[in-house]
């Protein structure tokens, strides 16, 4: 047998505002949560039922919000001359060729030193390719001695850019 919680308890699980007024057991006398008295919980019961309702309604809006206005992530977005720190002056170019609404066929192009480049952005060139799903890309580094499938994921945050999994960020030049 389960312990049974206090109505206090069992209001803060949910977070449903209208629970602080319920102190003491439930009766005809308590306040109502619902506006219409046809809704009135009457016993504990009840009280319960409607108080799951709410709790599922709230959860389901916060768990789950519509996505019905979402705009899909555009994979123009990635299409920029970045800045690697890894790779100081090197070039760091993505363009995006055909794309739908959320994906995309990337084009990389860059330049690398040892570790970094000239200033004018000289050195090794090399391109490769890439897929765009959402805010994802993958990239085949494998013809500069990298991974195949190379995940990285647009981060927003100042400056905007791409995170690579080893931490790393190519940040948008401006």
């Known amino acids: 047998m389960t312990k049974p919680i206090g109505v206090a308890s069992f209001c803060w ?3 449903l505002s209208s629970c602080h007024a319920w102190t003491s057991p439930l009766s005809k006398t308590t306040p109502a949560m619902a506006t219409s008295a046809s809704s009135t919980p009457t016993n504990r019961q009840q009280f319960f039922q409607q108080a799951l309702l709410w709790g599922a309604a709230a959860a389901a809006a916060i ?3 519509s996505t019905a206005s ?4 555009d994979p ?6 970045y800045s690697d720190p890894k790779h100081p002056n090197c070039k760091r170019i993505v363009q995006v060729s055909k794309y739908g609404n959320d994906f995309g066929e990337a084009k990389l192009a860059g330049t690398d030193g040892n570790p970094g480049c000239p200033e004018d952005g000289s050195g090794n060139l090399w391109r490769l390719n890439g897929d765009i799903v959402g ?3 993958t990239v ?3 013809p500069k001695g990298g991974p195949a499938s190379l995940k990285g994921v647009w981060d927003p945050t100042s400056p905007p850019g791409i995170r690579w999994p080893d ?3 190519w940040t948008v030049k401006s």
Do not use: C, R, Y
């Not at 979402?70 to 992530?73: G, L, Q, T, V, Y």
């Not at 123009?76 to 001359?81: D, G, K």
């Open 76 to 81: 123009q977005t990635f299409a920029h001359t």
């Open 13 to 15: 699980l949910l977070m």
């Open 70 to 73: 979402a705009e899909p992530f």
């Open 140 to 142: 085949d580094f494998s």
């Open 63 to 65: 768990v789950a919000p």
């Open 167 to 169: 931490g790393n960020k």
């Open 135 to 137: 805010d994802k890309i």
